[in-house]
């Protein structure tokens, strides 16, 4: 069963997000077939995460590790 919030709440909920996201460090996530960018992650995300690239209509998995500030090295 879904719960569903009161505006007043929802709002209240939503400003205490953005209080939280303002200590954050954002990085762009961009398609990795066309390089258009398709959302924004903050410094806290982890895992994976399944965007739709609005440029090229292609569905993409992206692994955060991989897509942070720091260079990615293959070995």
């Not at 992650?41 to 209509?57: N, P, Q, R, V, Y």
């Amino acid at each position: 069963m879904m719960t569903r919030y009161t505006t007043e709440e929802a709002q209240y909920r939503a400003m205490l997000s953005q209080q939280e996201a303002n200590e954050f460090v954002e990085r762009e996530l961009c398609c990795p077939y066309c390089g258009y960018m398709v959302g924004i992650a903050f410094s806290d995300c982890t895992g994976h995460l399944k965007l739709k690239c609005k440029k090229c209509k292609r569905i993409s998995v992206l692994n955060f590790a991989y897509f942070c500030r720091r260079r990615f090295r293959r070995k």
